[in-house]
Each structure stands twice: as structure tokens, then as C-alpha cells.
């Protein structure tokens, strides 16, 4: 079956802007989580989604940083007036359920480029 | 809080030796583990996991990991590398009541012929 996926797969964009990054999850998984991997903090965790709900934004690196979810599905991150800082690949993953222990689905990531 | 250290940035090794890469965790509770692998360009696959059934744990592509709660450790290990297994390998710990995963910072695998 189809996987999580995720868009643009690349994404160059200028200092000062906003960007969307999008994530598809694995159709029925409940659950939904956003990582950041940088090469100076390595894998890092941002946000989780159960259904449309994110109870805790405190992985969010700064307010800059929002994300939202709608219909239990498609999930959106956006980050307002980009900074250098920010480059990063952002991956997205799913689970059936949010319970410890069980397996999350990872997606191939947006590289951002900020210039 | 949680942590990960995986020891060693990168390891090398010659095609059909032994793969051992390592992992230590802290937490305050028994811990969910896992390993994952990322292929160049690629999202993160899962290996394996514990999740307290067996403390020795068999996953794809002929890895395994022992968990062994006086070390703190969760040693990733496959007997025979292939050119097939280099890759960045992740080591993650998840608190039972928590899904989220926080990551050790990698340890990059190289297989030379």
C-alpha cells in the first residue's frame, strides 16, 4: 500500500519568507508526528497530531513554527519568515495509534534551503 | 528526560564482517527501543524494536539487538555485513505513555569490498 509521502521533496527559498511543507500519512494511522533533522541537532522532534488535535507545541523551535492537521489526515507545517537556522530536512510519520511502542511510518522528507 | 548516545559517528567494515553498533539509553522507566535505518535520500525504515516480549530481538535484513537493562544498552548487531547494509543506522528510545521518539545522532555505516 502507498506509504507516507511528503511535498515538495526539495524546497530553496529566500530568507524572510514563509513556506508549507505537506504530509500525507498512511490512510486510518491516528497518529501523526513532525521531525526535523539538521546536521548540527541531528533528529530532532517537533510535533505530534492525535486525529486533528495537537495537545503539546513545546517541540516547535519557535513561534515561528505552526503546524495544523485537518480531516485526520493531511498535515501541514508551516514556518513563517524563514531563517538560515532552518535549513533542515523535515520528516513526517504515522502510526495506527498513539500508544508507546508502536511503529511510526516515515516519509522521504522536504529538504528546506534557506538562502 | 530521555537520551540516546550511539557511540562512534561512523563504523567501518569489510564486506562479511561482523556489524556491531552501539547504543545506550537513559530513562527513568523500562523504555520502548528501536532501531531504524535511512538510506541516502530516503525517510527512516524500522529494523526492530523492544518492547519488553524478548530481550533479544531479531529484525530485517538478518540485524538483531540485545537489551540489556544493567548496561543500559541496545547493541545493534548482523554477523555478515553486506555492501547492500551501508547506510545511516538511528538508535531511538520511546517512555511507555510517550510515542514520541527521541534519536541517538546516528552512527553512519560504511562496507568496503
Known amino acids: 500500500g502507498a506509504g507516507v509521502s511528503q511535498s515538495p521533496s526539495n524546497k530553496v527559498t529566500e530568507k524572510g519568507k514563509d513556506v508549507e511543507l505537506r504530509c500525507d500519512p498512511i490512510?486510518?494511522?491516528?497518529?501523526l508526528y513532525w521531525y526535523r533533522q539538521s546536521l548540527g541537532q541531528g533528529l530532532e522532534f517537533l510535533i505530534y497530531f492525535q486525529g486533528n488535535s495537537a495537545p503539546d507545541k513545546s517541540g516547535l523551535p519557535s513561534d515561528r513554527f505552526s503546524a495544523e492537521r485537518t480531516g485526520g489526515s493531511v498535515s501541514t507545517l508551516t514556518i513563517q519568515r524563514t531563517q538560515q537556522e532552518d535549513s533542515a530536512v523535515y520528516l513526517c510519520a504515522s502510526s495506527l495509534v498513539l500508544v508507546a511502542g508502536v511503529e511510526q511510518f516515515f516519509g522521504p522528507g522536504t529538504r528546506l534551503t534557506v538562502l | 528526560a530521555q537520551s540516546v548516545t550511539q557511540l562512534g559517528s561512523h563504523v567501518s567494515v569489510s564486506e562479511g564482517a561482523l556489524v556491531l553498533l552501539r547504543c545506550n539509553y537513559s530513562s527513568s522507566v523500562p523504555p520502548y527501543l528501536f532501531w531504524y535505518v535511512q538510506y541516502p535520500n530516503q525517510g527512516l525504515q524500522l529494523l526492530l524494536k523492544?518492547?519488553?516480549?524478548?530481550?533479544l530481538v531479531k529484525g530485517i535484513n538478518g540485524f538483531e539487538a540485545e537489551f540489556k537493562k544493567s548496561e543500559t544498552s541496545f547493541h545493534l548487531t548482523k554477523p555478515s555485513a553486506h555492501m547492500s547494509d551501508a547506510a545511516e543506522y538511528f538508535c531511538a528510545v520511546s517512555d511507555t505513555g510517550y510515542s514520541t521518539l527521541t534519536f541517538g545522532k546516528g552512527t553512519m555505516l560504511l562496507v568496503s569490498p
Open positions: 490512510s486510518g494511522h491516528t497518529a
Open positions: 523492544y518492547t519488553s516480549a524478548a530481550t
